[in-house]
């Protein structure tokens, strides 16, 4: 078993300790916050052992699950590599793109293993039609939530699109050509609701709208490629799948057949692959303990994060470049 020590004990850092505590790939030594007043209480409450001192932590693990705001990524990771353990991160990977590049020449020089925590690829229906989604030529994404004060010191890029950002970076492949973007701020100083426009150079475009300040929750992407419409609500864990394929001569009396102005036909069809039943959160911990065991790549890279927060970043760039040309007019 991989020996385990988490950095954080907030909101999602207690729910990483609970679920390396349980899991029987890892053994949790303990962990460490900045909060000393915070880490005593969750030890007292939960049990973890709570180390005052972060360098104790780190040399006692294996592994570092670093879940603390977004601004300490980097000094937490930089000092679990430098200390030769291997460092599952929270999304964002960093708060700059130069920190992120500078974990990738770490990630190398001390021949360890990094995975970013962007916890929708192991959502179950996303990784029910992963698969079925073959050069999608456009994407659209909601991603709406209710309100809520964590989160809201940066971007709603960040917080919350970024997931989006992944899960497409993931399934095209291709480099993205251009951006446009626009985002409001309605409560927080940072914008609240994004709409992004991505056009890639294979010539796929994806639409993404993320808002925090919505009347209900929404996690919907819909992929349209040749022949097949793939949907997928990952809040509900709910999937749909349309394809076609060319018309039979003689169709049957409940096959749905559609036909262009050219006179080509199509009959509609409709998947139903089987979802599993999982815990995101477990699973995407497990899978970077097999891929430290096995000494193969992480489900999500720190690589492929670095990849989300740069598009992620050059959204909000678009955002201040759009602010500026309207105050010059």
Known sequence: MLKVGVLGAGHLGKIHLR???ESNKYEL???YD????????VS???GYTYFENMNHLIDAVDVVDIVTPTLSHYKCAKKAMEQGKHIFIEKPITNTLEEAQ????LEKEFDVKGQVGHVERFNPAFAAVKNTIQNPMFIETHRLAEFNPRGTDVPVVLDLMIHDIDAILSVVDSEVKQINASGV?????????????LEFD?????NLTASRISLKNMRKSRFFQKDAYISVDFLEKKVEVVKMKEAPATPGEFDMILQNAEGEKKQIYFENPGIATNNAILDELESFADAINTDTVPVVSLKQGTQALAVALQIIASFSTKKISSEMQ
């Not at 500078?102 to 020449?105: D, I, S, V």
């Open 34 to 41: 900045a909060d000393d007043i915070n880490g005593k209480k």
């Open 185 to 197: 701020s309605v409560i927080s100083q940072s914008p609240d609701i994004a709409n992004a426009r």
């Open 202 to 206: 294979n010539g796929c475009v994806a």
């Open 29 to 31: 030594i303990g962990f």
């Open 102 to 105: 500078h974990l990738l020449e």
């Open 44 to 46: 007292e409450e939960f």
């Open 19 to 21: 679920l390396l505590n």
